[in-house]
């Protein structure tokens, strides 16, 4: 059974920086694709960043410039560097990952409060 760990979300002031991680623990599985989501209250759920088992990267338009995904392969974790924090990327973040076979797992989310 697999299961992902969040951790690194917190209150940061405008401007600062966050660092977000996600681990897989379980059983053995290889993921082809990781990603970070986000849901602000009042709205669905969207698309922030995701990275491939080759490392392509894509991003939302809304955290481009801002924010680094990456992914430690042998770990079978994945990072989320956001700098540049504004109060609009206040949400809880879920990260996801998907299986060569396209399961999806998703973590329990961490809250992200952007305030000054």
């Known amino acids: 059974q697999v299961q992902l760990v969040e951790s690194g979300g917190g209150l940061v002031h405008p401007g600062g920086s966050l660092r977000l991680s996600c681990a897989a623990s379980?059983?053995?599985?290889?993921?082809?694709?990781m990603g970070w989501y986000r849901q602000a209250p009042g709205k669905q759920r969207e698309l922030v960043a995701g990275?491939?088992?080759?490392?392509?990267?894509n991003y939302a338009n809304s955290v481009k410039g801002r924010f680094t995904i990456s992914r430690d392969n042998a770990k079978n974790t994945v990072y989320l560097q956001m700098n540049s924090l504004k109060q609009e990327d206040t949400a809880v973040y879920y990260c996801?990952?998907?299986?060569?076979?396209?399961?999806?797992?998703w973590g329990q989310g961490t809250q992200v409060t952007v305030s000054s």
């Open positions: 996801k990952m998907t299986t060569m076979q396209l399961n999806d797992y």
């Open positions: 379980g059983s053995f599985v290889s993921f082809y694709l």
């Open positions: 990275v491939t088992s080759g490392h392509s990267t």
